[in-house]
């Protein structure tokens, strides 16, 4: 009652204003069911050991077999726009993504070397 009296009085001073609240869209949650980061930190460990480019599905497939979980299609998905997303949006990337082959794939990014002082 309170937010029809709220809309009430929006609606008297801009009649031509929307008061709709729009559904807020929330990811489920991740069938995996490992701790926040972990996915992302496994990914650079893998990126890390073998050295080699990855696409975020392989790294996906990778982390969930090494955190002891089964890499069934919806967990691999989820598992790969995460890390995707969350190497996307590093303040300081440690990881860069190749356009070069379809799909892309996720490296390391080479740190340069340290002068001797």
Same mark, same amino acid.
């Given at each position: 009652? !309170?937010?029809?009296? #709220?809309?009430?009085? /929006? &609606?008297?001073?801009?009649?031509?204003?929307? =008061?709709? *609240?729009?559904?807020?869209?929330?990811?489920?949650?991740?069938?995996?069911?490992?701790?926040?980061?972990?996915?992302?930190?496994?990914?650079?460990?893998?990126?890390?050991?073998?050295?080699?480019?990855?696409?975020? !599905?392989?790294?996906? #497939?990778?982390?969930? /077999? &090494?955190?002891?979980?089964?890499?069934?299609? =919806?967990? *691999?998905?989820?598992?790969?726009?995460?890390?995707?997303?969350?190497?996307?949006?590093?303040?300081?990337?440690?990881?860069?993504?190749?356009?070069?082959?379809?799909?892309?794939?996720?490296?390391?990014?080479?740190?340069?070397?340290?002068?001797?002082?």
């Amino acid at each position: 009652m !309170e937010l029809a009296q #709220i809309d009430s009085v /929006i &609606r008297m001073f801009r009649p031509d204003m929307d =008061v709709e *609240v729009k559904a807020v869209t929330t990811f489920g949650k991740s069938p995996a069911a490992l701790p926040k980061g972990t996915g992302t930190r496994l990914a650079l460990d893998i990126l890390r050991e073998t050295g080699q480019p990855h696409t975020a !599905e392989e790294l996906a #497939i990778a982390v969930l /077999i &090494r955190a002891g979980k089964e890499p069934d299609p =919806v967990s *691999v998905a989820m598992m790969g726009k995460t890390i995707h997303s969350s190497f996307s949006r590093a303040k300081k990337p440690l990881a860069v993504y190749e356009r070069g082959t379809w799909p892309g794939k996720w490296r390391l990014i080479s740190l340069p070397e340290q002068s001797p002082e």
